[in-house]
């Protein structure tokens, strides 16, 4: 399904030659009879990579498809933290890179 670049917004997941991204930040500049420039700062959900993008208002990307779930965070052990899915009650495990800074917070 393909995206207009100018319906963006913060927390938007697209699709950008194959890879995943969440929109940090966004703005658009309107160029008056150019059209407009967009530039956001994304951040690659498979690396964590952030990077500034420039796109033309008139281009359009993919939507990613990408589940949101609730989980419930259990416990670290040795740099490898586990978390329970509230619906299933499955659990799986992330390491230090997965979780990020958000391993602070936890």
Not at 23 to 37: A, F, H, P
Not at 79 to 98: C, K, R, V
């Amino acid at each position: 399904m393909a995206l207009s670049i100018t319906n963006l917004k913060k927390g938007t997941v697209f699709q950008l030659d194959g890879v995943p991204y969440r929109v940090l930040d966004y703005g658009q500049k309107v160029m008056g009879r150019g059209g407009s420039i967009v530039n956001v700062r994304i951040k690659s959900l498979l690396d964590g990579k952030v990077l500034d993008k420039t796109f033309k208002g008139s281009e359009q990307i993919e939507h990613a498809d990408v589940e949101n779930r609730a989980v419930q965070f259990l416990y670290s052990d040795a740099g490898i933290f586990h978390f329970m899915d509230e619906s299933t009650y499955a659990q799986f495990e992330l390491d230090t890179e997965g979780v990020g800074d958000q391993a602070f917070f936890l």
